[in-house]
């Protein structure tokens, strides 16, 4: 990557320590004379930062603020430097410490640049789509209640899977199979693979299992008749649509990828083996 003259800074600054990097960082880069850009807020923003004209973003929180941010960058071809203040940091692993040091290695091209796949999902109602949304790690279709079944129909592209009576089922990229999916018993996806993760949360027959879906597939979710309770699409844990009876959502691969620096799919088991304390120690 060139240097990067115009930059955006996504920062959360409900994270503690957020606001002071992104003034240091903002101080720095002008002081260098590029054009800077701060988006700020905590917890949830309420607009969205003009990305036009921007060379880079940089965002500063955890993973959610990774997520949020991606979905925001991908569409229009962004590359995002995401800087880990947060607590787990599965896909953030530039730290506060090392932001600049990245920054010029992303420029001379030493730093890695991940391209991540985002899903596309479709809410349809009688036979028409009503709502469309991106999600980075997964979409999960469930009850809106505690504790509730829902009676969900599953197709993967014309072939019906059957009916799962469940808590609900989640849809993940490779990046989020190390999310909601694999504490619901999903695998653990290599994030440079094209691919979707299928997995049902709670489901009451025993059998039914994970599936993983190449991701050129188009996979189903209806909501099918006589449910007890509303039911819920939810994006990244960020964002949500109320489902009706005979609603389907539809999940694809997003035609748009994530430009993600900094997150080297070679170290992707050596993040999971530190984080997930893999045989007890790092020494596994």
Known sequence: ????????????????????????????????????RLFSFAHRPDSAPDLSGVDLAICLGGDGTVLYSARLVAPVGVPLLPVHLGRLGFIAWVTPATWYDSLLAAERGELPLSARSLLAISVRRAGQEIAAYTAFNDGVVSGAGPAKLVYLGIKAGDVSLGVYRCDGVIVATPTGSTAYSMAAGGPVVSPDLSAMVFTPICPFTLSNRPLVLPGDSRLEVRVEAGQRENTVLTLDGQDSCSLQEGDSVVFRESR?????????????????RSKLNWSGGPDA
């Open 1 to 36: 990557m060139p240097k990067a003259a115009r930059v955006l800074i996504i920062a959360n600054t409900h994270k503690e320590g957020v606001a002071d990097l992104a003034d240091t960082i903002v101080s720095r880069l002008a002081g260098e004379g590029r054009q800077t």
């Open 256 to 272: 748009h990828r994530v430009q993600l620096y900094g997150a080297d799919p070679s170290t992707f088991f050596h993040v999971l």
